[in-house]
Every structure is written in C-alpha cells, then in structure tokens.
C-alpha cells in the first residue's frame, strides 16, 4: 500500500510541475524538493529489486527494463541537480548556474518525462495485477492515444525537449495543462506497454 501511495504522488506532482507557468516559482521549487525525497523513498520501497540486479539471466526483457529503469533515474538526477543549482527563491544558496543551466533543467525534465512513460509501460502490467484489473479495454487506449497526440502538439512538447521554445507554452489553466501532460505521459506508457507485448512478449 505504501509503494502505491508513494508511486500516485510521484506521477501527480510530476505531471503538475510542467505546469510551471501557472505556479507560483516558490511552489515549482518546493515540489521539486518534494518529489527528490519521494524518489528517494520509492528506491528505497523497491530496494529488492536494485538488489536482484547483479543477479539471474538477463533476456531482452528483463535488459530493456534495466536500460529504462537506469536512464530515468540518470535523467531524473541531472534535471534535480541542474534545478537545485537553478534555486531562485527556496534554496538561494546553491544559484550558482546560469541561463544554460536552466535550460538544461528543462531539456532533461521533458527527456523525464518521456522515460516516465516507458517506466510506467514496462511496469503497467505488474501494476494491474496489483490493483486487481486482468485487462483494459482497447477503446480506452486508443482515446488515451488520441489525446496524447493531441496535447503533444498543443504543448509543442518536442521543441521543449530539444531546447528550441522558451521554458513553458500556456494552453488553458493549470488543470487542463496539467491533463495535457498527464495524457502525453499515458500515451507513451500504453505505446510501450503494446510495443513491448509485441516484441519482448
């Protein structure tokens, strides 16, 4: 119960941080803050499986997990890092970047949140399981999928990832941004999960 509690506040303050325009740069800051010590805490819930990694065969699909699981929290450190030197309110101490840092910051959160996507795909499955679901229906995918490709374009999502926009588009509110970005998210995991199915089994 405690990893599913953990893992739901992840995804939701994740999600609500590219938001940042319609959040006060104090309550950005602090979430970020937030969510370090709740990553912090979901490795430590899962510390059994970090200690399964050296151990056992490895197939494709066990390498792929790996791989992904390895680039989200590398990605994940740097956008933490790059925002901790970045502080303009919270943690003033430690401003000692620059424009490129914050730039930085944003390129590696968008790459986050991509890797979010396959994460939660490789894991969807498990995650069902959990909450008592055997399966999902094929016409909720396919809308999820709709919206995503959607709001992908709406937030002009891959010129943030490749640091050619500013640091944030407005669309609506912080609602209906905040659904945007959690559609995107979906839409890689349900890509994912299916791709995965196909080739990895």
Same mark, same amino acid.
């Given at each position: 119960?405690?990893?599913?509690?953990?893992?739901?506040?992840?995804?939701?303050?994740?999600?609500?941080?590219? &938001?940042?325009?319609?959040?006060?740069?104090?309550?950005?800051?602090?979430? @970020?803050?937030?969510?370090?010590?709740?990553?912090?805490?979901?490795?430590?819930?899962?510390?059994?499986?970090? #200690? &399964?990694?050296?151990?056992?065969?490895?197939?494709?699909?066990?390498? &792929?997990?790996?791989?992904?699981?390895?680039?989200?929290?590398?990605?994940?450190?740097?956008?933490?890092?790059?925002?901790?030197?970045?502080?303009? =309110? $919270?943690? $003033?101490?430690?401003?000692?970047?620059?424009? /490129?840092?914050?730039?930085?910051?944003? %390129?590696?959160?968008?790459?986050?949140?991509?890797?979010? @996507?396959?994460?939660? *795909?490789?894991?969807?499955?498990?995650?069902?399981?959990?909450?008592?679901?055997? #399966?999902?229906?094929?016409?909720? =995918?396919? %809308?999820?999928?709709?919206?995503?490709?959607? /709001?992908?374009?709406?937030?002009?999502?891959?010129?943030?990832?490749? @640091?050619?926009?500013?640091?944030?588009?407005? $669309? @609506?509110?912080?609602?209906?941004? &905040?659904?945007? =970005?959690?559609? %995107?998210?979906?839409? %890689?995991?349900?890509?994912?999960?299916?791709?995965? #199915?196909?080739?990895? *089994?």
């Amino acid at each position: 119960m405690k990893k599913i509690i953990v893992d739901i506040l992840l995804f939701i303050l994740i999600v609500v941080q590219f &938001s940042r325009l319609y959040l006060p740069p104090e309550i950005h800051e602090i979430i @970020g803050i937030v969510l370090i010590a709740l990553v912090i805490i979901h490795l430590i819930l899962n510390r059994r499986y970090i #200690k &399964s990694i050296p151990r056992g065969r490895y197939n494709l699909k066990r390498s &792929s997990m790996l791989i992904i699981n390895v680039a989200f929290m590398v990605a994940f450190a740097l956008t933490s890092v790059l925002g901790l030197l970045s502080s303009q =309110y $919270t943690l $003033t101490f430690m401003n000692i970047g620059n424009l /490129s840092t914050i730039y930085l910051h944003k %390129i590696f959160a968008y790459l986050c949140l991509i890797l979010l @996507g396959l994460h939660l *795909g490789i894991n969807l499955n498990a995650l069902f399981n959990r909450l008592g679901e055997k #399966k999902i229906s094929y016409a909720l =995918y396919v %809308i999820i999928i709709i919206c995503g490709i959607y /709001s992908f374009f709406k937030v002009d999502f891959l010129n943030h990832l490749l @640091g050619n926009s500013g640091f944030g588009l407005a $669309t @609506g509110n912080l609602f209906t941004n &905040s659904l945007e =970005y959690l559609s %995107i998210v979906l839409m %890689i995991t349900i890509l994912a999960n299916l791709i995965l #199915k196909k080739t990895v *089994g």
